[in-house]
């Protein structure tokens, strides 16, 4: 017997099996009765902790603070702003951009 004649016979064995095969899976798969999945989600307590009034948080947030509120201002940042070494935009040019250069960016739509 040839080898290609040999390898058409078993392909045609191959096929015939496997299509055997799909027909019972399918068969199977149709005669069991379909489980139905029930999802049921119960909403979770939502625990409130103690509610504060605007006074009380105020006051919550300086007592974390302390002292530290009245030493940070804006007069403590260094004036102005001049990036210098290997960081990205430390080699633009130095120099101040006003409020009216931005907003005249803005205008022009």
Same mark, same amino acid.
């Given at each position: 017997m /040839? &080898? $290609?004649a *040999? /390898?058409? *016979?078993i392909k045609q %064995?191959? /096929?015939? %099996?496997i299509q055997e095969e799909l027909k019972d899976i399918l068969l199977e798969a149709i005669k069991t =009765? /379909? &489980?139905t999945v029930v999802e049921s989600i119960q909403p979770q307590a939502i625990i409130d902790g103690p #509610?504060? #009034? #605007?006074k009380e948080r105020r006051a %919550?947030? &300086? $007592?974390i603070l302390g002292d530290m509120h009245s030493q940070l201002t804006s007069q403590n940042v260094s004036q102005p702003f001049n990036p210098q070494g290997a960081i =990205? @935009? @430390?080699?633009l040019p130095s120099g101040e951009v006003n409020i009216s250069q931005i907003m005249n960016l803005m205008d022009k739509k």
């Open positions: /040839k &080898q $290609n *040999l /390898k058409t *016979l %064995a191959v /096929k015939e %099996a =009765p /379909k &489980q #509610s504060m #009034s #605007s %919550a947030y &300086q $007592n =990205p @935009g @430390g080699d």
